[in-house]
């Protein structure tokens, strides 16, 4: 069973910058297809940003150019460097994984909460 958990979010002002990670567990995390969510107070889960096992990136248009994903599979851990954070950037961050380049997402982390401050 694969577990993911993550870590890294906490308050910071707006133009900020805060480094999330998701440390992987129980499995063979270079064959994971890997990805950001976030959930705000009200709203749906949205996507924020993948990474296939490759290396190969993809971004919501609202973090573009802002947020960054990366993998290190020496450590089984994924990470989003977030810059120029903005309020609307606030939410709880889920990373999750799954084995093919497409489907459901199979695993998820509990969440980090990102707050950003006017």
């Known amino acids: 069973q694969v577990q993911l958990v993550e870590s890294g979010g906490g308050l910071v002002q707006a133009g900020g910058s805060l480094r999330l990670s998701c440390a992987a567990s129980g499995g063979t995390f270079s064959s994971y297809f890997m990805g950001w969510f976030r959930q705000a107070p009200g709203k749906e889960r949205e996507f924020v940003a993948n990474?296939?096992?490759?290396?190969?990136?993809v971004y919501a248009d609202s973090v573009k150019g802002r947020f960054t994903i990366s993998r290190d599979n020496a450590k089984n851990t994924i990470y989003l460097q977030m810059n120029s954070l903005k309020p609307e950037d606030t939410a709880v961050y889920y990373c999750?994984?799954?084995?093919?380049?497409?489907?459901?997402?199979?695993?998820w982390g509990q969440g980090t909460q990102v707050t950003v401050s006017s």
């Open positions: 990474i296939r096992k490759n290396a190969i990136t």
């Open positions: 999750a994984g799954r084995l093919g380049n497409v489907g459901s997402y199979d695993y």
